[in-house]
């Protein structure tokens, strides 16, 4: 070949090593983004709830109805009570 320069470029280009890091400290939040938003879409559709429910308007507010929750499935607690203050000295002018 005589006259005839060859040029081949290379598929994966090397990078200093500190690009490489950067290049994955940039990636590594999307693909952890992209990873939980899939997690949330299997947990969805997966829920086995035939019914999701929906809000309706009331006099006092919004109320869901139907859904997969009962109203025993919620349990909140009564609140402890609250202490007594303990006896301070009142204070003399």
Do not use: Q
């Not at 006259?3 to 200093?16: E, I, Q, S």
């Not at 938003?37 to 109320?63: I, L, M, Q």
Request: glycine share 10%; aromatic share 6%; proline share 13%.
């Amino acid at each position: 070949m005589s006259g005839v320069t060859v040029f081949v470029a290379p598929v994966w280009p090397r990078a200093p090593e500190g690009v490489r890091m950067t290049r994955v400290r940039d990636i590594a939040p999307l693909v952890a983004a992209a990873a939980l938003a899939v997690g949330a879409v299997v947990a969805a559709r997966t829920a086995g709830c035939d019914d999701p429910g929906h809000y309706e308007v009331r006099s006092w507010g919004y109320e869901l109805v139907g859904g997969c929750i009962a109203p025993g499935d919620i349990v909140v607690p009564n609140p402890a009570p609250a202490p007594k203050p303990a006896d301070a000295p009142f204070a003399r002018d």
